[in-house]
């Protein structure tokens, strides 16, 4: 019953930008960290940025500077503001949210993810 859906990936020069968005859907308690993560073939997953719901947030090392990310606690939507993209920014970018719902715990979810490419 709940998903995430993410939108605003796309393909981009260096030195360009990009507007990632995740909106959390269905019915749920509280949504508690939420985040992005990036994976390109044949590397692993990592961590890009994650942001509690008072608005603390961490980033990957490199992407500190780049990157900012943000929510709306109204609209259960979390957004990755990217500049000055770079080719090793290129993968898919999943959203990834603890979400409870009827249950007296918090799961974590994530969307199918969004294409980002960056071409040199």
């Known amino acids: 019953q709940v998903q995430l859906v993410e939108s605003g990936g796309g393909s981009v020069q260096a030195g360009g930008s990009l507007r990632l968005s995740c909106v959390a859907q269905g019915n749920m308690f509280s949504i508690n960290d939420m985040g992005w993560y990036r994976q390109a073939p044949g590397k692993q997953r990592e961590s890009v940025a994650r942001i509690t719901r008072s608005g603390s947030s961490n980033y990957a090392d490199s992407v500190k500077g780049r990157f900012t990310i943000s929510r709306d606690n109204a609209k259960n939507t979390v957004y990755l503001q990217m500049d000055n993209l770079k080719p090793e920014d290129t993968g898919v970018y999943l959203c990834?949210?603890?979400?409870?719902?009827?249950?007296?715990?918090?799961?974590?979810?994530w969307g199918q993810g969004t294409q980002v490419t960056v071409s040199s």
């Open positions: 990834n949210a603890e979400i409870r719902a009827q249950e007296p715990f918090f799961k974590s979810y």
